[in-house]
C-alpha cells in the first residue's frame, strides 16, 4: 500500500514538474521574442535616421550644386528677388495706412455745426480719403468758392495718386523681367551643353549636366521671382483702385454738402 501509494505521488510531482517547466519555458520564449523585436526595432530605427540624416545631406549638397551651376543670371535673378521683395513689403506697410473709412469720416462732417468742427472731428483720421477731405474743408473753411475748392482737391488727389503708384511700376516689370532673365540663362545654358556635346560627343553625359542644371535653374529662379511680383502688382493695383473710388465717393458727398451751405447764405 506505502509502495503504491508512493508512486502514484512521484508521478503526480512529475506532473506538475512538466507544467512547470513547460509553463516557465513558454515565458522565457515570450521574453526572448520580445527582446529580440525590440533590438530589431532599434536597430531598424537607427537605420532610418542614418538613411534621413545621409538623404537630407545630399538634398543640400545637390541644391548647392544646382546654385553654383547657375552662373552669373542666377546671381542677378537673387538681386531682383531681395529688391521685388523688399518693395512688396514697402507698398504692403503703406497701403495698409492708406486705407481709411471714408463713410464714417462723412457723418461726422454731416454732424458738425461749422466747418471749423467738421475740420476738428476728422483731424486725425487716417488714409488718404482723411488727409483730401481734411484740405477740402480747409480750404472752404478759408473762403473758397465750391469751384475752386474743387481744383486745390483735384491737385491733392493728384498727388495722392502719385504716391499710390509709386513702385509699381517697377513690380511691374520685374514679372516681365525676370522670367526674361530666366530665360537668357537658359539659352547659356543650353549653348554651354550643345558646346560640350560638339567637343566631347555623348561619350559621358554627366558633363553635361552642368550646362543643363545652369539652364533650368535659371528657368525655375525667373518664375519663381515674377509668380509673386505678378500677384503682388494685381493686389496692389486693386487696392488702389478701391481707395480711389471710396475717396471720389466721399469727395462727391462732401462737394454736394459744401454747394448747398453756400446756396443757404
Not at 16 to 41: C, E, G, P, Y
Not at 128 to 145: C, H, K, N, Q, W
Request: glycine content about 8%; proline content about 3%; some cysteine.
Amino acid at each position: 500500500m506505502h509502495i503504491v501509494r508512493l508512486k502514484r505521488e512521484l508521478i503526480s510531482m512529475e506532473k506538475h514538474m512538466q507544467v512547470i517547466l513547460k509553463m516557465k519555458s513558454n515565458h522565457i520564449r515570450n521574453v526572448a521574442a520580445f527582446l529580440l523585436a525590440f533590438t530589431f526595432l532599434g536597430v531598424v530605427g537607427a537605420v532610418a535616421q542614418e538613411a534621413a540624416a545621409g538623404a537630407s545631406k545630399q538634398a543640400e549638397a545637390n541644391y548647392w550644386d544646382m546654385i553654383k551651376h547657375g552662373g552669373p543670371t542666377l546671381v542677378v535673378l537673387l538681386l531682383c528677388s531681395v529688391f521685388t521683395m523688399t518693395l512688396i513689403i514697402e507698398r504692403f506697410m503703406f497701403y495698409r495706412k492708406a486705407t481709411a473709412n471714408t463713410a464714417a469720416m462723412i457723418e461726422k462732417i454731416k454732424q458738425a455745426g461749422t466747418l471749423s468742427d467738421a475740420l476738428t472731428s476728422i483731424e486725425t483720421e487716417p488714409g488718404i480719403s482723411g488727409r483730401v477731405l481734411r484740405v477740402a474743408l480747409t480750404a472752404a473753411r478759408d473762403g473758397y468758392p465750391a469751384e475752386q475748392v474743387e481744383q486745390l482737391v483735384q491737385g491733392e488727389v493728384t498727388k495722392e495718386l502719385i504716391g499710390m503708384e509709386r513702385w509699381l511700376p517697377q513690380i511691374d516689370s520685374m514679372v516681365t523681367m525676370c522670367p526674361l532673365i530666366g530665360l537668357l540663362g537658359t539659352t547659356l545654358g543650353m549653348i554651354r551643353s550643345f558646346s560640350i556635346v560638339s567637343k566631347i560627343g555623348m561619350s559621358d553625359p554627366t558633363k553635361l549636366a552642368g550646362g543643363i542644371s545652369e539652364a533650368l535653374v535659371n528657368t525655375a529662379a525667373g518664375l519663381a521671382v515674377a509668380i509673386p511680383a505678378l500677384f503682388a502688382f494685381n493686389f496692389f493695383t486693386g487696392r488702389k483702385e478701391a481707395i480711389l473710388m471710396d475717396m471720389e465717393k466721399g469727395l462727391s458727398e462732401l462737394m454736394v454738402i459744401l454747394k448747398s451751405s453756400e446756396s443757404q447764405e
